[in-house]
């Protein structure tokens, strides 16, 4: 099987009338024509493009392609706690439960969920590894201020409330779906061939 991530830059980013799409001729003719699995993971931005591309260019025959996709699955706009925390068990196999819910609350915090539980992770090998020991929940702890030094493992009672982490967590970022200039924010889709 071959997975295409971030597969909107198979489509062409600039339509000519007198080019077909060589990308999709490939994945056509060479993969989907042959019986390859194909699995393209793409953002929004796939629809804009695949509709930009039939309206331009109608002598390519998208409908082809198309016609060869046999799944289309929309992926949520957030990771749920259990998805991050079986993340995080992917990333540090032997850490605790205790150190797993750290990682994932921690990692519900930030855009880049995955990318923040491997950081912490790498950083407390690292940590346990130069004090001559196995990672702990101390060393998650110690490299997860070092990563984001706003979060304090141990809170004073009668400080600030803590930011928002868990389910509600995610349930506000869900809402969250635009960007800075007020365009929506991409959400996966992926498209799967047999």
Known sequence: MLIFDEAQYCLPQTV??????????????ALLNRNV?????????WTRLVHNLKRSLPIFGFEQF????????????????HDLMEIARVFAPDADQASLMLLAGLAMRHSGYIATIEAVVARARFLARKHG??????SIKVAMTEIDPSFRPHRDPY??????????????????????KGRPKPRKTVLFSP
């Open 37 to 45: 699995p194909v699995a393209l993971i793409a953002s929004r931005d």
């Open 66 to 81: 198309e016609g060869r996709m046999k799944l289309r699955v929309e992926l949520p706009d957030a990771l749920s706690e």
């Open 159 to 180: 400080a600030n409330p803590s930011p928002v982490v868990g389910p509600a967590a995610a349930d506000a970022s869900r809402r969250t779906t635009f960007d800075t």
């Open 133 to 138: 020991s196995a990672m702990t929940l101390e």
């Open 16 to 29: 000519r009338t007198s080019q077909l799409p060589q990308r999709l001729c490939w994945i056509i003719t």
